[in-house]
Nanobody, 119 residues
Framework: QVQLVESGGDLVQPGGSLRLSCVAS????????MSWFRQAPGQERELVAG????????NYADSVKGRFPISRDNAKNTVYLQMSRLKHDDTAVYYC????????????WGQGTQITVSA
């Protein structure tokens, strides 16, 4: 039973911070690159941040670079997104994704967690 469960979504004021967590189960977490995507209403789902199996490399969307560092703890099967200096445009559902290293093309998705940035 493969699961990715996101948590940490909330209503937050502009300029505020949140930390998202995604806990994985049912697959070999350390054999998967992990990433965060987001999707606003009426918009396409976009990549926010990604991290390789052991955290050696990370990549970010230009819109969040410097604000949303991604990290992972393989002992806890968890990937994090530390969100700071939040803006209204960051409002979206945020999804966790796992990408298999051993089998290219195999992907797992979480159900998402809502971030709403509003005064």
């Amino acid at each position: 039973q493969v699961q990715l469960v996101e948590s940490g979504g909330d209503l937050v004021q502009p300029g505020g911070s949140l930390r998202l967590s995604c806990v994985a189960s049912g697959f070999a977490f350390s054999e998967h690159a992990m990433s965060w995507f987001r999707q606003a209403p009426g918009q396409e789902r976009e990549l926010v941040a990604g991290i390789t199996r052991f955290g050696t490399y990370t990549n970010y969307a230009d819109s969040v670079k410097g604000r949303f560092p991604i990290s992972r703890d393989n002992a806890k099967n968890t990937v994090y997104l530390q969100m700071s200096r939040l803006k209204h445009d960051d409002t979206a559902v945020y999804y966790c994704k796992g990408s298999s290293w051993q089998t290219p093309g195999v992907k797992y998705w979480g159900q998402g967690t809502q971030i709403t940035v509003s005064a």
